[in-house]
Nanobody, 116 residues
Framework: QVQLAESGGGLVQAGGSLRLSCAAS?????????VGWFRQAPGKEREFVAR????????IYAVSVKGRFTISRDNAKNMVYLQMNSLKPEDTAMYFC????????WGQGTQVTVSS
């Protein structure tokens, strides 16, 4: 089973940018066609953010982040990335990566806090 570890979160002002990274281990990321990012704000359900297929030709974003976030993957490095621009306070959440459908245990996530 693949293990996933997220990093890159932090505190940023509204309008700022962050780049999240997700490192896969235990199994090659290339074995999973679809991987994605999810987030969970305090008191809310975990929600889908973005997903990308193996060759990067099929990318889907949640409406709330479309045009501001960019997902990418590097199978050679076993990495998935989420570039987040024009951040808003409502983007504040713990961010997670996983395969789609979800096969890996959820990692600890990385906290993103956007101040107004």
């Amino acid at each position: 089973q693949v293990q996933l570890a997220e990093s890159g979160g932090g505190l940023v002002q509204a309008g700022g940018s962050l780049r999240l990274s997700c490192a896969a281990s235990g199994r090659a990321l290339s074995r999973y066609d679809m991987v994605g990012w999810f987030r969970q704000a305090p008191g809310k359900e975990r929600e889908f953010v973005a997903r990308i297929n193996g060759v990067g030709g099929n990318i889907i974003y949640a409406v709330s982040v479309k045009g501001r976030f960019t997902i990418s993957r590097d199978n050679a490095k076993n990495m998935v990335y989420l570039q987040m621009n024009s951040l808003k306070p409502e983007d504040t959440a713990m961010y997670f990566c996983n395969t789609i459908p979800v096969e890996a245990s959820w990692g600890q996530g990385t906290q993103v806090t956007v101040s107004s």
